[in-house]
């Protein structure tokens, strides 16, 4: 399974798409849109600092790009914590001032409900897409570092399955762009985080002049625990810290930029 640009550079699509129909999944990149400074150019998330105009003009861009429309475009308020949200016909009725309470603090989306696009955003933390091929289930899911620690992947699966029975041996998952080991340096108390939830240090930890963590193995083994085929998880492999010119990252830029969005979506 393969990634590959838009030819306008705008957006990253994902391999597996081409194997199923009536799916579409994608990341953002900084190309194309209306933003300026730090969020230059295509940043739709407006939690960022960004001028809300100029976010709604690139979220409406957006739109407008993927091969069919979306009824929806759902993107929460992150706070990397655990919450997960499912997007149900309950929620969609809701009035948009009350959605967008739900949304708060919310890092991981799932629904079955075509044409809702759900979405997270990320500047370095981890995108993870999934989509339960026989269920007709997505899942998006924000995994930063706090969130990789206390298993988001791992819950986000379990919710899958205890909403719509979904098996995880029926997912496809894509991991998106997203701060590499060599450049996430972090200090020793999150070393201590990770060991201390169990991972296997000797397989996503490594130690320069301090310690560096490898979020994508990190979530990339949470979906093989889960019961996610090997073969079934895609990795971009693009590090947002290294390819800045292309993605956005808050390490290299600082928090008051702007954010890549990754979203997956039912087209039927």
């Known amino acids: 399974m393969t990634y590959k640009f838009s030819d306008d550079k705008r957006m ?3 391999g597996f798409q081409q194997s199923y129909s009536g799916i579409f999944c994608f990341s953002t990149t900084r190309h194309g849109g209306y933003s300026t400074g730090e969020y230059a150019s295509f940043n739709c998330n407006h939690y960022c600092g960004d001028e809300p105009e100029r976010v709604n003009r690139n979220r409406e861009l957006l739109c407008s790009l993927m091969p069919v429309r979306p009824d929806g475009l759902i993107i929460p308020h992150q706070t990397h914590g655990t919450q997960i949200r499912q997007i149900d016909h ?5 009035p948009l001032s009350e959605q967008t ?3 708060e603090g919310v890092d991981a989306l799932l629904t079955n409900i075509p044409r809702q696009c759900i979405c997270v955003s990320t500047a370095d933390c981890i995108p993870v897409l999934c989509f339960d091929v026989r269920r007709r289930v997505v899942a998006a899911i924000h ?3 706090r969130g990789t620690v206390e298993r988001i992947v791992e819950a ?3 919710a899958m399955s205890e909403a719509y029975g979904t098996d995880a041996r029926d997912v496809v998952a894509c991991i998106g762009p997203g701060i590499s080991q060599e450049a996430f340096e972090v200090g020793d108390e999150v070393y201590a985080a990770f060991r201390a939830a ?3 240090m000797q397989h996503i930890a490594r130690r320069y002049a301090k310690w560096h963590i490898d979020l994508w193995e990190a979530n990339r083994l949470q979906l093989l625990t889960a019961g996610v085929r090997q073969e079934n998880i895609e990795l971009s492999a693009i590090c947002t810290y290294a390819n800045n010119t292309d993605f956005f990252s808050a390490r290299r830029q600082g928090i008051h930029s702007g954010r890549i969005l990754s979203g997956i979506m039912l087209t039927e």
């Open 12 to 14: 990253l699509a994902y």
């Open 90 to 94: 309950a929620f969609l009725q809701l």
């Open 101 to 103: 309470i739900q949304l």
């Open 143 to 145: 995994a930063g570092w």
């Open 156 to 158: 986000t699966l379990s």
């Open 198 to 200: 169990g991972f296997p």
